[in-house]
């Protein structure tokens, strides 16, 4: 497993982390969870990725590999969590992140989180200042090492700009390119570490059908155009997707959820230090500006 510096926090993160949304779902076995945390750990994965409203995700990490504190970094998130009935709410008061991210703690057995960040942005009827305020107060009090904020596009940088943050985690792959102008050049200004999610749009190109979900439909309407299997040549569709993502200079990480254990260790040979060649990082980049006209 290849490691890579997370910007100003310093941490050496393995450049294939854990999405650990998928083992907070309550219908996934407590030994499945277990099984799949541990091969993380042992397969040399160091960087987990969980938020307060990823279900029993939290409390499984605390539960099944607390005792190994020092093998991992943890980053979580707070803003929008789930409450005691399973609904979503969005708290983005003073009293709502702070209380969050304690509770967050006491899930996970941990007195200091390695970073904590925003699952979105304060919304339009919320007090902005107020609650990144609350952020860094988190950090002021020794309850989270790091900060920063999960999110896309335009306003994610200008939150980089604003606010002392130290991580951005935000969406970077080969059918999802825009990151690459519109808040990477911010991020890399600013020295922060990046988080990349869906670094493979989740494999949407093995659906056979759309889905219904725009969380799903929107990757799968990207792949039926982009030339995916072209481009990669001989090479595995996903070996290819996360090569290409992982040969950005700008990225630090790359998380991947999964509930299989055998697809997780898959994923980490690709960890092997070999870039995709620029002509081709070149012909990818051209192709999706053709196809998306960005």
Sequence with gaps: MNHRILGKTGLKVSEIGLGAAQIGNAKIPEAQAERVLLRALDLGINFIDTAAMYGESEARIGRFISHRRDAFILATKCGDYMDAAGKIVKGYTREGILRTIDESRQKLRMDVIDIVQFHGLPGEKDDAKAAFEALLEAKSKGWTRFVGVSHDGTAAATAADQ????????????????????LMPTLQKRNMGTIIKRPISNAVWERTERHPDGFHSGPWDRAQTFPLRDLAGGMPLVEFALRFTLSHPGVCTAIIGTTNPDHMAANTRISDGRRLPDDLLQKAQNAFKENFGQ
């Design 163 to 182: 606010w002392p943050l130290d991580t951005q985690e935000f969406t970077y792959n080969i059918l999802y390119q825009e990151a690459d102008q519109n």
